[in-house]
Structure formats: structure tokens, C-alpha cells
């Protein structure tokens, strides 16, 4: 009697199915053969005195012998994938089991190689490192070859195809962090509180603050980029092991960074002299932020970019405060005259001052890109702003405006002090001495570049404005003593009175200007050049012409010839004290105040 159908078919079914499990199985077993050897060959608690105990005394499976860790990385593979059909079949199947023990063992074993290859891939963790060590992009190459960073991935892609990623991922997390913060200790990056903040002196905050300029370029394009590209490359298999990973690793030690600016903004006193250290600060942020978004692109990672960010906010607001803070003082500067009329103090402060803010010009047009008080407005009319100032820059870019206006708050402050000096002459020899300054500093610094040369043009005539009115008004007396039409004869009573008169105002402005100084030997050489042709050229035309012409025994009355004139021109401007006897003159002039002091530039 024949079979039924349907009772035929099942057991046909039946049949297949138990020679699929037996298929299944073998693979297994056959699998677990092939594997137990090498696995067992580097297994870490292997007890007994046998070969295993040599292989196991190897510090670096993969460096030392890259086959076998080869051979150890397929067999766990291997095993895996055989698993994953007696599962489908017969998940009760004991070589599971046995499967199972020898994955554990092999991922003991890959635990301690990718915690052996992390810890030798660290950074800079000497002193003499860090001191040399450049800001490479390309250092976490550099650091860690590309064998290296293949032998990571290929422990990492195993251990989480074995279901081993949780401590695979844990693993990598504590040895990144902590090579993070070895790094940062050894860049002499540390986190700061207010408190400590507030006892600092300045000079140990600036020795901070330079220690954090040289190595937040290191931290940012060798550290923590490098930590990118090998979280990135590593965990390349699972997008969300790999975000989570870089922000759990790198996100404390960039906040420690990126919040030490709003530190240092916390120091008791910022005054306009600490504003240059503010804006280096200020500048590498900027400098680094490309790298920043580049590097901190996850929404994990964000909060690194808003501290940046926040700490960029409040260096703008402090440097907006002290520049307000320096016009304030300039403004309020109540200092004496100088002696001999040269460069005052606070045209030195100030001008030295702006120098240094030209080479910030970037960063100060980015600060106060807003600053325009009304004042400020009527720069464009006034002869103090050129209506293309610097090389392309227009009067409306803010770091024109500012220093154009700081240079005017500076000018008129001088103007005021010009008119403390009893003499007029003096009044406009100082004016010309500290403009002249002003003119040289722009011209010779990035300033030049900023107010460009029509600006410069315009002051250059503003001080030889002050020179032709100070020549007028100190030497008018000198000058007028001798009659303007020499063509016409006169007495010789009238020459007598004429010699008379020049020794008299001659000796006397001499006197008056021997403490008097012009620093810039350019600016005093075109002076003396300007003053003899004026003075001694008329004198000796007179002189030749009308010194013959003396009453007999009244010859003495000619104290100076021509020559004598020039050798005391050239005597002046240079701030010496005078004295009669220098001149073999009669009298006792001595000035009240030394001017010995340095009028130099």
C-alpha cells in the first residue's frame, strides 16, 4: 500500500530539516576545530606550563606578529558566522556553548590589543615634544600610521560583529579621554575658576595666557582633530558609536579650553594696556574656527562651538570697554607741558598705542563693526579723515573711522596743551614737533596702510603749517631788524641802529630757543635750511654791503659776521642749556628748567 502524499512530503520535510541542523552543526564543529588552536595558542589565563605561556608573554600580537593576529581576528569570525546557522536551527545545540567559551577568550585576548595599540597612540608627553612640536594638520597621521589605525578598526569591527561593541566602545572611550587629558596637562592647559582668577597678578595671568596661545593651536589641529579622523576611521561601521564616542571623549577637555578666555575676562583689573594680550585671544579663536567646525560638526559636539562662540562675545565686549576706557583717558589726560616744547608723553603712549592696534585691524573691524558716535559722524567733512583712506578701505570701515578718531581726540588734546606754553613761537614748535611724530608712526607702521596717504599728505602739510607760523612768530624780530629793500642807501646812523638792533633781537631769541628741541633731525635740518635762508642771507647782504661804511672805531658794534651765524643756528634745537659764555656774552641768563631729558623720537 502506498504512502499517502502528504504523509510522504513530511517526512521528506522532516528529513531535510535534520540534515540541515546536521549540516549546520558540522560546520560548527568543524569550525571550532580550525579555531580552538590559535585562539587557545594566545589565550591570557591559559594555566598550565605550556607553549601557550611564551606566546602569551608577547607585548603586541599585532605589531609583533601581524598572521597570527590575522589568523586570531578570522577565527572569531569565523565562528561567529557558523554560530549564526545552528542558532537559525537548533539553538540548544551545546557546541554553542562551546563556540561561545572560545569567543570569549578570543576577545579577552583582542580587549588587551586594542588597549596596547591605544595606549602607544598618544601625543606630545614630554616637555621637549610639546616646546618643538608643530600644529600639523596631518599629525594624528604622523602619530598613529595607517597599519596602526587598520589594526584598530579590524579589533573593533570584530569585537562588534561578536556583540562585544558595549565594551569595545567603553575601552576606547577611557583610553581616548585619558590621552586627551595627558595631552592637555602636558600643553600646560588647565581648567580655572574665578576664584583662583581673581588672586592672580598679571604677570602670572599673561604667563597663562601665552602658555594657552601656544597650545590651543596644538590642542585643536593636532588633538582633537587627530581624535576625530581616528574615532571616524575606527568606528567607521556604525555612524552612531562613532558621534558618541568623539563627543564623550573630546568634549570636556575642549570646554576646559574654549572657557579659559571667559577666565581671563574675569581678571580683577583689564586696563587698556592688557587689551593686546585680550585681542591674541581674540584673533586665534577666530583663526581656529574653520578647524572648529570641521572638527565639532556633530549636534553632540555643539556646545564646543557655543562656548567658542560665547567666549568671542565676551573678549568683544572687554575690548570694546577698554578701547572706550583709553579715549577716556586720553581725554582726560591732565599732564604738563614738556620743557623746550618737544614730544609729549602721552603723544608717545598714544601713538605707540595705535600702532599696535593697526595690527589688529581685522579683528578690531569685526569688534566694532557698530561703533559710530556722533562725533564720529563729522569725521568725513573734516580734514582728518581722507575720503578714501588706505588702500581700498573706505572712511566707513570701522577700523578707519576708530583710529582716525583716537588720532583727532589725541590732536585736540595736544592743541590744549599748546596753549599752556607763555610763548607763542614755543606753542607752534611743539605743535610741529608732536604732529610730526603722529606722521612718522603712521607712516612707518601698518597705520600707513589704514589712513592711508592722503591722509599723511595732509598732516605732512599741517606740520610745516606749524613750522612757517613758528619761524614768524620766533623770528620776526631777527628778521624785520634789517631793511626789506637793500637797494635803498641809507645813513650810517641808520646802519648802526640797524646792527644795533639785529645783535639785540638775535641774542635775545638765541637765549629764548637754545633750550628748545626738535627731536626728528630730518624735521630740524629742514628748519635750520628754512631759518638761514631767511635770516642769515638777508643779514649778509647787509652785512657786506653796509659794514665798510662804519664810523671808525664803531666796527665793534658787528658781533656777528655770517659764519658766526650758522655754527649758532646749527647749535640749536638740540635742548642743550644755554650759557653767555658759550658765546663770549655778557650776562647772567640761565633758563629755569633743564631740558637735558631725552626729547628724542
Given at each position: 500500500m502506498k504512502t499517502p502524499f502528504f504523509s510522504s512530503s513530511k517526512s521528506s520535510s522532516h528529513n531535510y530539516s535534520s540534515s540541515s541542523t546536521s549540516f549546520c552543526e558540522s560546520l560548527l564543529e568543524e569550525t571550532i576545530q580550525n579555531s580552538q588552536s590559535i585562539i587557545k595558542k594566545w589565550d591570557l589565563d591559559a594555566s598550565s606550563v605550556s607553549t601557550s605561556t611564551s606566546y602569551n608573554r608577547v607585548a603586541n600580537l599585532f605589531r609583533d606578529n601581524p598572521l597570527e593576529a590575522k589568523r586570531l581576528l578570522?577565527?572569531?569570525?569565523?565562528?561567529?558566522?557558523?554560530?549564526?546557522?545552528?542558532?537559525?536551527?537548533?539553538?540548544?545545540?551545546?557546541?554553542?556553548?562551546?563556540?561561545?567559551?572560545?569567543?570569549?577568550?578570543?576577545?579577552?585576548?583582542?580587549?588587551?590589543?586594542?588597549?596596547?595599540?591605544?595606549?602607544?597612540?598618544?601625543?606630545?608627553?614630554?616637555?621637549?615634544?610639546?616646546?618643538?612640536?608643530?600644529?600639523?594638520?596631518?599629525?594624528?597621521?604622523?602619530?598613529?600610521?595607517?597599519?596602526?589605525m587598520a589594526d584598530l578598526k579590524a579589533i573593533a569591527d570584530c569585537m562588534i560583529c561578536a556583540g562585544y561593541g558595549r565594551e569595545c566602545v567603553k575601552l576606547y572611550k577611557v583610553n581616548r579621554k585619558s590621552v586627551i587629558e595627558e595631552t592637555l596637562f602636558h600643553l600646560g592647559i588647565e581648567k580655572l575658576n574665578s576664584y583662583q582668577v581673581q588672586k592672580m597678578d598679571w604677570e602670572l595671568m599673561e604667563m597663562k595666557i601665552k602658555n594657552w596661545l601656544s597650545s590651543v593651536k596644538i590642542a585643536v589641529n593636532a588633538l582633537f582633530r587627530g581624535e576625530r579622523i581616528l574615532c571616524d576611521y575606527v568606528f567607521s561601521s556604525s555612524v552612531n558609536t562613532r558621534d558618541s564616542c568623539f563627543s564623550e571623549i573630546a568634549n570636556d577637555g575642549a570646554l576646559t579650553i574654549f572657557m579659559f578666555p571667559e577666565m581671563v575676562m574675569k581678571f580683577k583689573k583689564l586696563s587698556p594696556e592688557k587689551m593686546f594680550r585680550v585681542l591674541d585671544i581674540y584673533e586665534i579663536i577666530c583663526e581656529l574656527w574653520v578647524e572648529l567646525e570641521s572638527i565639532f560638526t556633530l549636534d553632540s559636539t555643539a556646545v564646543v562651538k557655543a562656548q567658542a562662540m560665547a567666549s568671542l562675545g565676551k573678549l568683544g565686549d572687554a575690548i570694546r570697554a577698554m578701547l572706550s576706557e583709553f579715549e577716556t583717558a586720553v581725554q582726560k589726560d591732565s599732564s604738563k607741558v614738556v620743557p623746550g616744547g618737544g614730544i609729549h608723553p602721552l603723544t608717545r603712549y598714544v601713538m605707540n598705542y595705535l600702532v599696535f592696534l593697526g595690527d589688529y585691524s581685522g579683528a578690531i573691524s569685526d569688534i566694532i563693526v557698530d561703533y559710530s558716535p556722533l562725533s564720529i559722524q563729522m569725521l568725513s567733512e573734516s580734514c582728518y579723515l581722507s575720503p578714501t583712506s588706505g588702500d581700498g578701505d573706505s572712511p566707513s570701515s570701522p577700523i578707519v573711522v576708530r583710529l582716525t578718531w583716537l588720532v583727532l581726540v589725541l590732536l585736540c588734546k595736544l592743541d590744549g596743551k599748546a596753549q599752556l606754553y607763555k610763548d607763542v613761537g614755543l606753542s607752534y614748535l611743539f605743535l610741529a614737533n608732536n604732529l610730526n611724530y603722529v606722521v612718522l608712526k603712521v607712516r612707518e607702521s601698518n597705520l600707513k596702510l589704514l589712513l592711508g596717504s592722503e591722509w599723511i599728505s595732509k598732516h605732512e602739510m599741517k606740520v610745516k603749517e606749524y613750522m612757517s607760523k613758528y619761524e614768524r612768530t620766533g623770528w620776526s624780530k631777527v628778521v624785520t631788524s634789517i631793511p626789506e629793500n637793500l637797494t635803498t642807501k641809507i645813513s650810517s646812523s641808520e646802519v648802526k641802529e640797524c646792527f644795533v638792533k639785529f645783535n639785540s633781537s638775535f641774542e635775545e631769541v638765541y637765549r629764548k630757543q637754545s633750550s628748545w628741541v626738535i627731536p626728528d633731525p630730518k624735521l630740524r635740518d629742514h628748519v635750520k635750511i628754512s631759518l638761514a635762508s631767511k635770516v642769515i642771507s638777508i643779514y649778509q647782504v647787509f652785512y657786506e654791503t653796509y659794514r665798510g661804511e662804519l664810523d671808525i672805531g664803531t666796527e665793534s658794534i658787528v658781533r656777528f659776521a655770517p659764519d658766526d651765524l650758522q655754527n649758532y643756528l646749527s647749535d640749536l634745537f638740540h635742548g642743550a642749556i644755554f650759557s653767555d659764555s658759550s658765546m663770549g656774552w655778557s650776562g647772567s641768563y640761565s633758563p629755569s628748567v633743564s631740558t637735558s631729558t631725552s626729547q628724542g623720537r
Open positions: 578570522e577565527s572569531v569570525n569565523d565562528l561567529q558566522h557558523a554560530m549564526q546557522f545552528v542558532i537559525k536551527d537548533k539553538s540548544t545545540s551545546k557546541l554553542l556553548i562551546r563556540a561561545h567559551n572560545l569567543i570569549q577568550i578570543a576577545i579577552k585576548r583582542l580587549q588587551k590589543e586594542f588597549y596596547t595599540i591605544l595606549s602607544g597612540s598618544s601625543y606630545f608627553l614630554d616637555h621637549e615634544t610639546v616646546s618643538s612640536s608643530r600644529a600639523s594638520r596631518s599629525s594624528m597621521e604622523d602619530e598613529v600610521s595607517e597599519s596602526v
